[in-house]
């Protein structure tokens, strides 16, 4: 771990932020999409697979966070480091609109989805207009 | 706007991203200063390993080419394709054609190249060519 990841993680001060593991935590990119009827979050996260992330729900705070696995070349020297490797932890807080029973996720080649469906009060309701008369 | 609180939350949590912006001062390169994809390159006297983040992708989607000393990589990465109606509310993936061409320690041998894509990272192993690797002259006594 180097000192710079170090300093974040005592800043940050909160007991889930104290790990075992050493190592840096990114924040993923992300992409958040709105359909009719659901809400796409879609993280990028390589390195992850479906048994290595965690999605949590409290109240209305989503977490999520994906432990990476990396084959680290052993032998020889490192002639161009573009991207560090470390685990990916991203924090979203979801409004009254989505149905949280109906969350569903998926993770493939290293891209995380989450379709959150919105709930049946939440979806946009289109209202008649009926050609009449004031009464 | 009903996610609003969500586009604040992104913002105000992230101390992450902030912190790579303000390594970049001090040399450290963050992921958003590379031009896509981000690749590391380890090297031995025989080989050399390159690895690269390509979340997302579809192993057939990716081209590699090697010529004599450099490797070229290219490919196209798709958006999420928006019907009538649907917005994107955040949008930070990178998308879109990528070429991108690195310089190798050596020359290598293309027949020899072998490339893994697993989890959204491309591993590729480039052994070195062989009238490229040095030779040891023995010096004769007199």
Do not use: C
């Amino acid at each position: 771990m180097n000192e710079a990841s170090g300093k974040v993680q005592r800043e940050q001060g909160s007991p889930e932020t104290v790990r075992a593991r050493a190592g840096r935590i990114y924040t993923p990119y992300v992409d958040i999409v709105e359909r009719k009827d659901e809400i796409i979050v879609i993280a990028d996260m390589p390195g992850v697979d479906e048994n290595s992330v965690d999605i949590t729900l409290e109240k209305n705070v989503l977490t999520i966070y994906g432990k990476a696995s990396f084959e680290l070349s052993e032998d020889g020297r490192l002639l161009l480091h573009e991207y560090g490797t470390g685990d990916y932890r991203r924090v979203f807080t979801l409004s009254d609109e989505v149905d949280r029973e109906k969350i569903q996720a998926s993770v493939r080649n290293g891209v995380l989805k989450l379709v959150m469906p919105k709930a049946e009060a939440a979806k946009m309701r289109k209202i008649p207009v009926k050609n009449g008369a004031y009464n | 706007m009903l996610w609003s609180d969500l586009e604040r939350i992104g913002h105000f949590f992230d101390p992450f991203r902030d912190f790579e912006r303000a390594g970049m001062a001090f040399g450290f390169e963050g992921p958003s200063a590379v031009e896509f994809p981000a690749m590391n390159v380890w090297a031995s006297d025989g080989n050399a390993v390159i690895t690269t983040e390509l979340p997302g992708m579809d192993p057939e989607a990716i081209d590699i080419s090697v010529a004599n000393g450099s490797l070229t990589l290219s490919g196209l990465r798709k958006a999420e394709e928006l019907k009538e109606g649907e917005s994107y509310h955040r949008k930070e993936r990178w998308d879109g054609r990528f070429k991108k061409t690195i310089e190798l320690p050596f020359s290598v041998d293309a027949s020899k190249v072998q490339a893994r894509f697993s989890k959204g990272v491309l591993y590729i192993s480039l052994p070195r060519a062989e009238a490229d690797k040095p030779r040891k002259i023995s010096i004769k006594s007199e």
